[in-house]
């Protein structure tokens, strides 16, 4: 089977080509990748090259597939398969293989670590590891967008499984956010923001009473807020409240007064920035967790950290990085149970577009750019549809359908993407 891929050869160094792919083995198994949502991690990977821990040292011989929020479907299952997956079955890929000893270390990860399997290619093959710790996961629901999401929004919910809290005069620990308590997310409305709040309106067993989403860019704000409202949030029984700390003198104080001066049991923090980490800092209630969730990209990124509190008021702090198998089997759940993740997405693009925006994507506004593997298509903001319709006829049916959902993307749109995307080639 000949695949289409993106490859890592090294920093900076990313190449789209055609290459054969080896006969899968009794314990592999041979899928189509249909889509894949472009990463910040990815970035990284990238840039970093060899310096990245997940990314072995001899790309610059044997290139890896970069790309490791995929879904698609199975072509063909190897032996050891074939009575729990058939062709045709959709999947999602849970990335972050968790075993003692593996080809790169605990670290290895599709899109990071392997030659033969990532997002970014047309067609891959799932390697016997991946398979035996049970990262290859069915998915039922309808289009395969939502299934490539999964895996972002099981990192928001690994964060908010990962946050503990004490009991006072023990040594247990209390996993999970507060229940009915207050909850801040700062720089809260980029695309990993966006899926924070969804879930945690959403999410069917343990919700705050008081949800402060912040930020200093008033447009995103009010986007974030047009996509999951207020009213929603209400109807939940939470007291959702979007703020925009870049007019307020002092943030700390005024985010500490809307909880009445007690302060906020679990502070999530979206951005890699001093600043609002030690922000986040100061508006710790007693017990307090600060989830320090952005993954900085220099190796020495530091915060000031008050430690009179950490003696005094049991505030602490933990780092997640990714959720794991079960956080992504909920995920999948959630989406079973409508939760769309649509709100995420901004851009829609093809293979070819990957390497050039994966090496950009800091400088690339708006949320997940979500690739379609099979196509050739520049990366475009579905904002920008309507323009392009007067070009491309898909491009207006697709602007149509997206307007007819509030300007978000679709199983429909996807559908109509999927049927037609060779008129983009005129």
Not at 335 to 354: F, Q, S
Not at 408 to 424: G, I, M, R
């Amino acid at each position: 089977m000949r695949t289409k891929a993106v490859r890592l050869y090294g920093k900076d160094d990313l190449r789209m080509e055609t290459f054969e792919l080896p006969a899968i083995r009794p314990g592999e198994i041979l899928a189509k990748v249909v889509c894949d949502s472009l990463c910040m991690s990815s970035y990284k990977a990238s840039t970093e090259g060899t310096a990245h821990k997940r990314i072995p040292k001899n790309i610059d011989r044997e290139p890896i597939i970069i790309g490791h929020e995929f879904a698609g479907e199975i072509v063909e299952a190897g032996a050891k398969w074939k009575e729990q997956f058939a062709p045709g079955d959709k999947f999602s890929i849970q990335p972050a293989l968790n075993y003692e000893k593996g080809p790169v270390g605990v670290l290895s990860a599709p899109g990071y670590s392997y030659r033969y399997i990532g997002g970014d290619a047309t067609y891959v093959v799932i390697p016997e590891e991946v398979m035996a710790l049970g990262c290859l996961l069915r998915y039922t629901g309808a289009g395969y967008y939502p299934a490539s999401l999964a895996e972002p929004l099981s990192c928001v919910i690994g964060a908010m499984h990962a946050n503990y809290h004490t009991t006072p005069g023990s040594y247990h620990h209390t996993m999970e956010i507060v229940a009915g308590g207050n909850m801040a997310i700062l720089a809260g409305v980029g695309p990993m923001g966006l899926a924070a709040i969804n879930y945690a309106i959403h999410r069917p067993d343990r919700q705050p009473k008081l949800l402060v989403v912040t930020d200093v860019d008033q447009i995103r704000l009010d986007r974030a807020a047009s996509l999951y409202t207020v009213e929603r949030a209400a109807e939940n029984g939470i007291d959702l409240r979007y703020v925009n700390t870049g007019a307020m003198a002092d943030p700390a104080a005024e985010l500490r007064a809307l909880t009445g001066g007690a302060g906020y049991n679990d502070v999530f923090v979206f951005a890699p920035v001093a600043p609002v980490v030690e922000q986040a800092d100061a508006i710790l209630a007693f017990d307090g967790c600060l989830n320090f969730f952005a993954g900085p990209s220099k190796s020495d990124f530091r915060a000031m950290f008050n430690f009179y509190n950490v003696h005094y008021a049991f505030t602490h702090v933990v780092g997640t990085s990714g959720g794991n198998t079960d956080d992504m089997k909920e995920a999948i759940a959630l989406m079973g149970r409508g939760l769309d993740p649509a709100g995420l997405v901004t851009h829609i693009g093809g293979l070819d577009a990957v390497a050039e925006a994966t090496l950009n994507l800091p400088n690339i506004p708006g949320g997940k750019k979500l690739i379609y593997n099979h196509i050739e298509m520049p990366l475009t903001a579905i904002a920008d549809f309507k323009e392009k319709g007067a070009k491309y006829p898909i491009f207006k049916n697709l602007h149509d359908i997206c307007a007819r959902n509030q300007g978000l993307w679709s199983v429909e749109a996807e559908a109509c993407l999927l049927a037609h995307a060779d008129e983009l080639n005129g």
